[in-house]
């Protein structure tokens, strides 16, 4: 069993930063790849950005150039720097692990889910 909980959301305004953290613990959890999900009120849950376990990155368009993951498979932890937001990523945001190394970014290839973190920005 893989738990996965998500830390780091907040209320900020436009042009502010965050960083949200992840943590996965229970067995199995090396070699997996990790993501970073958000789901806005009455959209689909979106990727944002994945990390492999290797560490080869993805990036939703829309977030290029001013988020950035990173991991720290030692620990099992997930980062998402957030910089520059905008009101457009308002949303609840989620960690999620894959069942191996390798994942696309989209819900269908991750399979534990944490809770999720609420961000809000404002305008």
């Known amino acids: 069993q893989v738990r996965v909980v998500e830390s780091g959301g907040g209320l900020v305004q436009a042009g502010g930063s965050l960083r949200l953290s992840c943590t996965a613990s229970?067995?199995?959890?090396?070699?997996?790849?990790m993501g970073w999900f958000r789901q806005a009120p009455g959209k689909v849950r979106e990727g944002v950005s994945c990390a492999t376990w290797s560490g080869v990155t993805d990036y939703a368009d829309s977030v290029k150039g001013r988020f950035t993951i990173s991991r720290d498979n030692a620990n099992y932890s997930l980062y998402l720097q957030m910089n520059n937001l905008k009101p457009e990523d308002t949303a609840m945001y989620y960690c999620a692990a894959a069942p191996g190394s390798w994942a696309r970014c989209v819900t269908v290839d991750f399979a534990y889910w944490g809770q999720g973190t609420q961000v809000t920005v404002s305008s």
């Open positions: 229970g067995s199995t959890l090396r070699g997996r790849a």
